[in-house]
């Protein structure tokens, strides 16, 4: 099965700009983005990017300017799978327990209602990514016909958008993006009992 | 196999505080250890409510008024299972992985470090809930010679404490709880794209 991995290359990961510089962002984005075609690589499946710019990649890369929504929609051409690429925390079994989950449209859901990944078997689906996209695609799964299921997995629900995620890479990451982080200097901290990072200076 | 629930009776779910009034924190706490424990029945599991206080249930209660710590590690009778009683999205299905996964010790990690669950067949081991506690837990599972394992739970993954958690529970719950939240007039809000919820007046 393919597994497209959208990929915003143009200013990524603007939700880290309190901690991270412009540079730091793109170079940590796409080291997230090899962490999750590792991942997808070590299973049945394999990777495209599907990106908004060209960039340099192992994988294959399919170059979309559109939003997101959009360029997913083109090339929906099931059986397929979605993986975003800031799932840093994504490992082959959680990612081989989605892609062989049954089901004509299963959904790994993201924290706040997103759909972090999906697996469409069914023709007449689409995808709407805009807002809480798992009630979304819940109800455009009913709409044609079927009914869509979840994989059940914290691996998959976790992108890492805010400075507070990368307290979960850095608890349970073990790829690349881990290794960068704390080469950047993060380390978990638990100021008042609970966690979050704080960076060393270099 | 047993499964403790420890149970704070008194002045439940303080980080509700802003959208819950005391007593509608003690009516909702309740609802979601009765999930819970609904749930641990419908696995091969056993639940017991480790109380800080005298309560009415339908599952034996153990009342021991100690820190959380102290009053788990005094009944850590393996093979025992620790299950929080604020996961009101925990379902059977994620329970019974839990249960059933190999290992001497298998954490369910709760965002932002937490053991929301634990299964322990080690009697060596002991638990330490203070701060990141996944770290401490695969620690001390080390230090008696044993290796932690995870189950990757999203489920399991989510506890409910915060007012954002209440969008995953309308989002993903199917107990009580959820229930009891859309007749207090709880619902879904995306003002900005972000999922949230909001409260209707009664």
Known sequence: MDALVPFAAREPKTRLATVLEPDERVEFARTMLRDVCSAIDATDASPTVLSTDPIDSEWPVVVDDRPLTAAVNDRLDPPVAVVMADLALATPDALSRLFGAEGEVVIAPGLGGGTN????????????????????????????????????????AVDIDEPEDLAELLLHGSGESVEWLRSAGFELSTPDGRVTVRRQAR
């Open 117 to 156: 990944a999906l697996v469409v078997r069914e023709p007449d689906f689409h995808t709407d990514y805009h807002g809480a996209s798992v009630a979304d695609h819940r109800r455009i799964a009913s709409e044609v016909g079927v009914e869509a299921t979840a994989v059940d997995s914290f691996r998959l």
